[in-house]
């Protein structure tokens, strides 16, 4: 099956940076989007920032211009770029990958890493 394995997480101050990766493993076919999702204590998981496999990108409102996603289509991974870290930023942080396992018959991937923490101190 399918594998995503986040690393890159931690513990920063305020105004740090931090870069996590994520690398996607097993039967993939293809994969079309890419994206890192977070969730803090009490709140909803949300859409951090996404990438499609030809490199358009999309930021939610609160990070943009201090985070930057990429990937490496070659290696099916993907990279989230943090500068300017806040508190509120502190969640742990969840990869995400979505295409296909298999092109015939068709099976779609939608796969999950398990996660990992990111905490920002004031």
């Known amino acids: 099956q399918v594998r995503l394995v986040e690393s890159g997480g931690g513990l920063v101050q305020a105004g740090g940076s931090l870069r996590l990766s994520c690398a996607a493993s097993g039967r993939i076919f293809s994969i079309d989007a890419m994206g890192w999702y977070r969730q803090a204590p009490g709140k909803q998981r949300e859409l951090v920032a996404s990438i499609t496999s030809g490199?358009?990108?999309?930021?939610?409102?609160s990070v943009k211009g201090r985070f930057t996603i990429s990937?490496?289509?070659?290696?099916n991974m993907v990279y989230l770029q943090m500068n300017s870290l806040k508190?509120?930023?502190t969640?742990?942080?969840y990869c995400n990958s979505k295409g296909w396992i298999s092109a015939s018959p068709l099976n779609p991937l939608d796969a999950w890493?398990?996660?990992i923490l990111v905490t920002v101190s004031s």
């Open 55 to 61: 490199g358009s990108t999309n930021y939610v409102n």
């Open 71 to 75: 990937r490496d289509n070659a290696k």
């Open 87 to 89: 508190p509120e930023d």
């Open 91 to 93: 969640a742990v942080y």
């Open 113 to 115: 890493g398990q996660g």
